[in-house]
């Protein structure tokens, strides 16, 4: 069955929380439409209602009521943070500056992902952290007065750096972080564009102490290029297929995907583009492609994280060897998705093999199709459920609805593009 049509995607998952977190420190209502409705997002509004926040959600349309630059009350249950890495790390930054005494829990999934990288720079700030897992969930934060610093950042890490920028909105003095390489920028975008006393250099970012209240914030989130991606593998992997994207982030670090399978000689277009709120936003038309093996170079590696699985699902179906190097990260998401990935393709018949840091794949290979173990991580699912489409059975997964963490509907999308 070819799949054509055209999607309006669910708000861009990193937008979404952002544009929630940074709306707290309006004055008065802001109104942010498209908004994700995935879990993550959800957690997100959770833990700041938690915290005393006015928010408001109905359909994608989330109104929050901004409290300017003393948002927050002292929350009385811990801070639940379900399986949502951003919520922790983010919201860890955005109250680090505020006396407030507040202990940040997750689901046992979260509570394997690591935060020393977070808790490291808070603490160089001011911010009193302590754990009672060295480093991992739950963690128990004091917050109050900051004082800037300068911070070089181990690995590339946008989590890491917003995290900084956020409590460096409440620092009492300067504070600048530097990435060894680009990362997502959405942060200091949506900062700029709020009116934030902040500055792009290279791969510095610098930012003086908040004066006062950022400035009012009503705009539609773009489309979610990571879940618009499975959408685009889906077209160029099933024959005669045509499937336009509308209203996408194009933003410079989330596009890498589409440069490598262009790379790998996939159909892709790129139309009509515009900006909203700092971010750049356009349509994306993909087809059914002829595509061969290509080697990623590891400084892609950053802006490719949630769709290195794709990646390979895509080398199981080109010509020649594909091979991903510097991917460490990848063993800290929701799941250790080196192994995701290369065992469940594997057990379909594809020639994968793992790496430390990446894995490697020889196509073209027939994908039997069957049975799929998601270690309830959305992105696994969905890249089997995509693989699904030109295996010789239909996929079985363990659990559907670890989808709806990122995007809700998937699945419905998927099959209504089907057409015989």
Request: glycine share 8%.
């Amino acid at each position: 069955m070819a799949l054509y049509g055209t999607v309006i995607l669910p708000g861009d998952k990193s937008i979404s929380h952002r544009a929630i977190m940074l709306a707290c420190l309006t004055e008065g209502p802001s109104v942010l439409h498209n908004v994700n409705r995935g879990a993550d997002v959800k957690q997100t509004v959770a833990v700041l209602k938690r915290c005393g926040m006015d928010i408001q959600w109905q359909d994608d349309t989330v109104t929050v009521q901004g409290a300017g630059r003393r948002p927050f009350l002292q929350p009385h249950l811990p801070l639940d943070c379900g399986n949502s890495g951003t919520t922790v790390r983010l919201a860890m930054g955005l109250v680090a500056g505020y006396p407030l005494q507040v202990t940040f829990t997750g689901d046992d999934s979260l509570s394997q992902r690591p935060m020393s990288r977070i808790i490291v720079p808070l603490r160089q700030m001011g911010a009193r952290i302590s754990t009672r897992n060295q480093g991992y969930l739950p963690v128990m934060l004091t917050g109050g007065e900051l004082w800037g610093i300068q911070y070089d950042l181990p690995i590339p890490s946008a989590q890491v750096k917003s995290a900084i920028i956020l409590a460096a909105l409440n620092a009492q003095t300067e504070t600048s972080v530097t990435s060894p390489l680009p990362s997502r920028d959405h942060t200091e975008r949506m900062l700029k564009h709020l009116g934030a006393p902040i500055t792009m250099e290279g791969n510095t970012i610098t930012v003086k102490p908040l004066k006062k209240s950022l400035k009012h914030a009503d705009y539609t989130i773009p489309g979610d290029i990571s879940g618009g991606a499975f959408l685009i593998a889906a077209a160029l992997l099933v024959p005669d297929s045509e499937v336009l994207l509308q209203g996408v982030s194009l933003n410079p670090t989330r596009t890498a995907f589409l440069e490598v399978v262009k790379a790998m000689g996939a159909q892709v277009k790129v139309t009509k583009i515009s900006e909203v709120a700092g971010e750049p936003v356009g349509d994306i038309l993909s087809q059914s492609s002829q595509l061969h093996g290509i080697t990623i170079p590891s400084d892609q590696i950053p802006n490719l994280q949630d769709e290195l699985p794709l990646i390979a699902l895509l080398a199981t179906q080109a010509e020649g060897e594909t091979a991903v190097s510097g991917a460490e990260e990848l063993k800290v998401k929701e799941s250790d998705r080196i192994e995701a990935i290369v065992t469940n393709l594997q057990r379909w018949g594809a020639d994968i093999q793992a790496k430390p840091d990446g894995f490697v794949v020889r196509g073209f290979t027939p994908l039997t199709g069957g049975r799929v173990h998601t270690h309830h991580d959305h992105r696994i699912a969905m890249m089997m459920s995509v693989g699904g489409l030109v295996a010789r059975e239909p996929e079985r997964l363990d659990d559907k609805d670890c989808m709806a963490v990122s995007f809700p509907g998937f699945l419905t999308i998927l099959d209504k593009l089907q057409h015989d």
